[in-house]
């Protein structure tokens, strides 16, 4: 009976090894995003919408045309999570990041209460990931902001 119970807690420990070694994880590198990711996160896509409040037609934005920049995240195919991607989104306008937490189901929200300098700028937005959901950058979108 001892020899039985050895064998069996041999072969339970050699099945557990092998579980580790098929369940990959990926860590952060020193510097990087703190976030874990996993072999089971789910991949997402990041879009980054720009409007003006009070709505108005980017061709009449000047300098002192309030900005609201907004990030959606979506979850992409195969969805096998109902959490929605949670954490943070980086902004990103003319080098300059910023840091801002999602909020609701899918999204980040930066405004400028007091717009961008005459010239052309770069935007883009960068979902930072988390635990369940890997990160995702938006396209670069540019803004041009030009004399009334």
Same mark, same amino acid.
């Given at each position: ?6 064998? /069996? ?29 996993? %072999?089971? /996160?789910?991949?997402?896509?990041? =879009? ?37 991607? #949670? ?6 306008? =003319? ?21 961008? #300098?005459?010239?052309?700028? %770069?935007?883009? #937005? ?5 635990? #369940? ?16």
């Amino acid at each position: 009976m001892r020899i039985r119970s050895h064998v /069996s807690r041999v072969a339970r420990l050699a099945a557990i090894a092998v579980l580790a070694v098929a369940t990959p994880v990926a860590f952060a590198s020193p510097g990087a995003s703190a976030a874990v990711v996993t %072999s089971g /996160s789910q991949p997402t896509k990041t =879009d980054l919408l720009i409007y003006s409040r009070p709505k108005s037609p980017a061709s009449t934005w000047t300098s002192t045309t309030r900005l609201v920049l907004v990030a959606n995240v979506t979850k992409l195919r195969p969805v096998s999570t109902k959490k929605p991607a #949670a954490g943070t989104v980086t902004f990103t306008v =003319d080098g300059v990041q910023t840091i801002v937490p999602m909020v609701g189901l899918h999204h980040a929200t930066l405004v400028l209460p007091n717009g961008l #300098a005459l010239g052309t700028h %770069s935007a883009r #937005a960068h979902y930072n990931g988390n635990g #369940a959901f890997l990160p995702s950058t938006s396209p670069t979108r540019t803004v041009n902001i030009a004399i009334p």
